[in-house]
Structures are given as C-alpha cells and as structure tokens.
C-alpha cells in the first residue's frame, strides 16, 4: 500500500519558494516525492541548490506578484499542477493614523489579491481536466488576532481565512481541498524586526507555551500533509503552527 504522506507523482508550486517558509515547504515537497515548480520574484538559486544537495529536483518559475491577475497568467500556462502552495507575502509596519495607501494596496495585492486569483486559476485548470489538487494558503496568527501597526496585513491575512473557507465549500465537492497553515512566530526575514527589538522578542517569547521561536520547517511538514493523501478529508481548515500561542 502507497504511504498516504508521501506526495510521489504529484506536481507542486510553491510562491516565494526562494527564502523562508516558502524555501522550507519546497525542500520538503521534494523530500516527500513532488515534483516542485518553485517560483519566486527573486533568485531561486539557493533553494535550488538545497534541492540538488538532496538529490532531488525542482525547477524554477520567475512569479511576480504584483500584478496577481497577471501572475495567475502564468500559472494557466504551465500544464498540470497538483498542489499549488499560496505562501509569498509582506508586511508594511505603520501606526493606523499614519498608514498610506501605498501600504495598503502593496499588501492585500500580493497577500489576498494573488492568493485568489492564482487559486482560481489553478481550479480552472484542475476542472478542465477534471482533477482535483489541494491549495494551501499561509494564513497567519494575524488571521484571528488584531495585532497593532499592521492594518494592511492583518486585513488581508483576514481575508485568506475567509477565502479559505468560501473557497473549500465551492470546491470540496469537485475534488480540490482548500485549507490554511496560520504559522505562529517563525524565525525568517518577515519577523526579522521583531526579533532583533529586545522588549518585542521577551515579550513573544514569554507568551509562546513551546517557548522558542518556530522554524520554517514546523510549517513546512504541516504544508506536506495537507497536500497529502492522509488529509483528503480536510477542507476549509485554518490550522495553527504556533507552539500553542493561540491556546494561551
Ligand atoms: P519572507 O522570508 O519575508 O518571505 C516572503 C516571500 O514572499 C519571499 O519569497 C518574497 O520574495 C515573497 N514575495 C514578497 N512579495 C512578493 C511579490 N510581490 N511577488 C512575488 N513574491 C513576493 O517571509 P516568510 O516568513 O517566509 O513568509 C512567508 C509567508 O508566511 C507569508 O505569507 C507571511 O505572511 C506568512 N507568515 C509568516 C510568519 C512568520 O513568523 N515568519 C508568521 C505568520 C505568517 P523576495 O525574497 O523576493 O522578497
């Protein structure tokens, strides 16, 4: 019998799959038997490289996104995919009085307006060749809590909850699971600022039952499950990774 973990067989795309959890998830596609598009608007070389050092393969996709109608472009052209892993994002920091447009639009652009659009076009495909997938969109803490200088992000990490779920209750029935991974405070470039605020990192850190920061890899198994057979029966979940932040 085939190990309902494994992804063998199974064509992944991964968005900004060049550093952080989207690097992490990618390595551990692979590692569990995809084969992964990983795109990104910036070099892909390094997870590349990772990928290479296992032995396994990857290829890359220059995915902007931007203009997220554009980028779901992209992905229309690219044959079949089977899993498609909603990961790129920002974050624009700014009391609410002072916040710009430019951060509000910059952020709900590449966090909510991409993760729509390229999963549209990604069951697009799958209907047309009436197969299914999985979509895994990262949600965040920020997708239950309110946080503070953050409006653009926490609308739209808001907004991925609830796509989330609409999404899954049109497309559960047809084949695709639609579910979230709201990853809990993981060391990469994204919380960079908060980790070197010496006040900001004692006060998360004492806040957080696991009491240690999370790796982009705790995220990154949680994202091979649910792209996995063993998860078929999940749709519309938002599934925190945080080390039990949320239970507190
Ligand atoms: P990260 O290291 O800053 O990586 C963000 C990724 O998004 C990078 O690959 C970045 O590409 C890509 N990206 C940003 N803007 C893009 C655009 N316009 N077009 C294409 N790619 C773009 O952050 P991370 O922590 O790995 O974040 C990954 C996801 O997890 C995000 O959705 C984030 O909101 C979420 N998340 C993170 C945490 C955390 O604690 N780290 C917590 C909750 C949720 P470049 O490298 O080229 O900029």
Do not use: C
Request: charged share 20%; glycine share 10%.
């Amino acid at each position: 019998m085939s190990d309902p973990f494994r992804l063998d067989g199974k064509v992944a795309l991964v968005t900004g799959a060049n550093t952080g959890i989207g690097q992490a998830i990618a390595l551990a596609m692979a590692g569990a038997g995809a084969e992964v598009i990983a795109a990104g608007r910036s070099s892909l070389d390094e997870t590349l490289d990772l990928i290479a050092g296992k032995g396994l393969k990857a290829r890359p996709l220059a995915l902007a996104l931007d203009d997220p109608v554009k980028a779901a472009g992209t992905l229309a052209g690219l044959g079949r995919l089977d899993v498609l892993v909603n990961n790129a994002g920002i974050i624009r920091r700014a009391d609410a009085v002072d916040f710009t447009e430019a951060d509000w639009d910059a952020v709900i652009d590449v966090n909510l307006k991409a993760v729509f659009f390229l999963a549209q076009a990604f069951a697009r495909a799958a209907f047309a060749r009436e197969g299914g997938g999985a979509i895994i969109n990262i949600a965040s803490l920020l997708s239950f809590q309110g946080g503070i200088r953050v409006p653009s992000y926490t609308a739209a990490k808001h907004g991925v909850a609830g796509l989330t779920k609409l999404l899954a209750n049109e497309w559960a029935a047809k084949g695709i699971n639609v579910n979230a991974i709201a990853p809990g405070y993981i060391a990469t470039n994204n919380t960079e600022a908060l980790r070197a605020d010496p006040d900001r990192n004692r006060a998360i850190l004492e806040r957080i039952p696991a009491g240690r920061w999370g790796e982009a890899r705790d995220i990154a198994d949680t994202a091979v499950f649910l792209a996995s057979p063993a998860a078929q029966y999940i749709h519309g979940t938002i599934i925190p990774v945080d080390g039990g932040w949320l239970a507190r």
